[in-house]
Nanobody, 123 residues
Framework: VQLQASGGGFVQAGGSLRLSCAASGGIFSNYRLAWFRQAPGKEREFVAAISRSGDITYYVDSLKGRFTISRDNAKNTVYLQMNSLKPEDTAVYYC?????????????????WGQGTLVTVSS
């Protein structure tokens, strides 16, 4: 499956952005999907994940309540709604997919990756 992330940009602190990740080349509903991010000089970190049907979501504790992951299997797209953005949210955001039924937060557990979209939050 190929993934194409979009929606990044420049936003002031307190603002919102919605990232999208469109998939092609596979049966979208067969994949668990996730968002990761990587800030300059830091390792890639887990942000959120969603089950194949979209009924179960997972978040890193520090982002619960501000970020929301969702998916539309009819549109082969996964979203990340980001609210109340902070300068420390500045990073390249990646969408990722795995076909396993088991949830994981480790990047190595995801087989397919989008190219990343840059989010910059100014103070």
């Amino acid at each position: 499956v190929q993934l194409q992330a979009s929606g990044g940009g420049f936003v002031q602190a307190g603002g919102s952005l919605r990232l999208s990740c469109a998939a092609s080349g596979g049966i979208f509903s067969n994949y668990r999907l996730a968002w990761f991010r990587q800030a300059p000089g830091k390792e890639r970190e887990f942000v959120a994940a969603i089950s194949r049907s979209g009924d179960i979501t997972y978040y890193v504790d520090s982002l619960k309540g501000r970020f929301t992951i969702s998916r539309d299997n009819a549109k082969n797209t996964v979203y990340l709604q980001m609210n109340s953005l902070k300068p420390e949210d500045t990073a390249v955001y990646y969408c990722a997919a795995r076909s396993s039924v088991v949830h994981t937060t480790t990047p190595d557990g995801y087989y397919y990756w989008g190219q990343g979209t840059l989010v910059t939050v100014s103070s």
